[in-house]
Every structure is written in C-alpha cells, then in structure tokens.
C-alpha cells in the first residue's frame, strides 16, 4: 500500500490547519502531529486522535481534559483490552531498554 505522501494521523478533518495531511500541509517537511500537539496543550485539549482510540466521536464537542476524562467514562475499555495493552507497552518498555542501554 502506498501512503500518497501522507503523514500518520487518524484524524480524518482535513481542513484543520495542524492536520499533517491538509493539502496546504503535505509539501512542508517533516511536518507531523507537533503543531496539533502544541495547540491541544496551548488550549488545554486532548487531540481528538486519544478520543477516537476509545470510541465514536460523532457528536462529540467537547475536547478538553475535563471531556475527554468523560469520554474515558462513556467508553471503558475491557479488562482484556487493558491487559493486551499493559502486555505491549511492557513489550514496548522491554525493546527500548535493550536497544538504549546497550544490550
């Protein structure tokens, strides 16, 4: 599969101008998730990509901490989604440490 040049973002608003894959955004070099980043902690906000990981975001408006605390409440994870989750950042953990001290 060919990735057209884009960047990886799950969000699918196009029009936003910190979305990596706005047409106004592909020609800009290494041009990522950074201004989206900066500008969710500049207004107190979570990227919507965190909501869309945990559910259906259509009708969803309220994208900062405290509504994204609410929808981490409307849409739990299973015990087994935590646990498949736990089991591949400690994967992750594992990885980084043999590559970073050297092992």
Known sequence: MTDL???FCTCGDLECPCN???PSNLAKDAFG???C????LAL???????FAKLGNTKGWSDWSVEGFAEFVRLHPRSNE???ATAAKAA???AA???TSDGS
């Open 81 to 83: 989604e935590r646990a």
């Open 44 to 50: 107190g906000e979570v990227p919507t990509c965190m």
């Open 33 to 35: 998730c950074d201004a």
């Open 96 to 98: 980084h440490k043999s």
């Open 5 to 7: 040049g884009r960047h």
């Open 91 to 93: 994967a992750f953990e």
């Open 37 to 40: 980043v900066r500008k969710n």
């Open 20 to 22: 990596p894959n706005n």
